[in-house]
């Protein structure tokens, strides 16, 4: 399985760094960057082919920024994974994919289940379950099944603690989520 994981916003940050959390001093891109780079790992070793790639996608592709969709595209990708931290208020993990009759949906809910599994000491840490966003240029134009997981709300003072703590248990929740999806694929 080819799969293409593209941790948020702008490489470095530059000139989009996403979500920022100032009283920590951490930016969305390096957070996603860290879990996107760990999941590769976890995945590679399972057996999947990965290509992680970070681009600037704040006004959709833009043209002097690598372009992770026709990227993914041109590759053949099995599954695009593109990894996000929230903001806004709240706490938990949730997934997007197109639309609920996106072929995307059963990895998302397995991602989503592997999420939030992974902190059973934190009960303040929600299931903010599978939603559907079809505006997001990386669920609508990718040819292969795209999800995208926002892991935890960086503007959260619980959950940017975990992001900063706990990459790890991030990238193997996605990892497992996204070979729990292989399988099934597998047997049908």
Not at 17 to 42: F, H, M, Q, R
Not at 147 to 166: G, Q, S
Request: glycine share 8%; hydrophobic share 40%.
């Amino acid at each position: 399985m080819n799969v293409l994981i593209n941790p948020g916003h702008a490489l470095y940050g530059n000139p989009d760094p996403g979500a920022v959390n100032y009283e920590v001093d951490v930016t969305e891109s390096e957070l996603a960057y860290a879990i996107g780079t760990k999941t590769a790992d976890y995945l590679e070793k399972a057996g999947c082919e990965t290509r992680v790639m970070q681009s600037h996608n704040l006004a959709g592709e833009a043209p002097e920024y690598p372009e992770v969709i026709g990227t993914a595209n041109a590759w053949g990708a099995d599954l695009f994974v593109s990894i996000h931290c929230n903001a806004g208020g709240g706490r938990g993990a949730e997934t997007f994919c197109y639309d609920r009759y996106s072929s995307a949906v059963p990895c998302a809910k397995f991602i989503q289940n592997q999420l939030s599994a992974s902190f059973p000491d934190d009960p303040g840490f929600r299931n903010r379950g599978v939603k559907y966003s079809p505006g997001l240029c990386v669920l609508r134009l990718t040819e292969m099944p795209a999800v995208l997981v926002e892991t935890a709300f960086i503007d959260n003072p619980e959950d940017v603690r975990l992001l900063i703590e706990k990459t790890d248990v991030f990238a193997a929740a996605i990892a497992r989520g996204v070979t729990d999806y292989w399988q099934m694929k597998v047997r049908s």
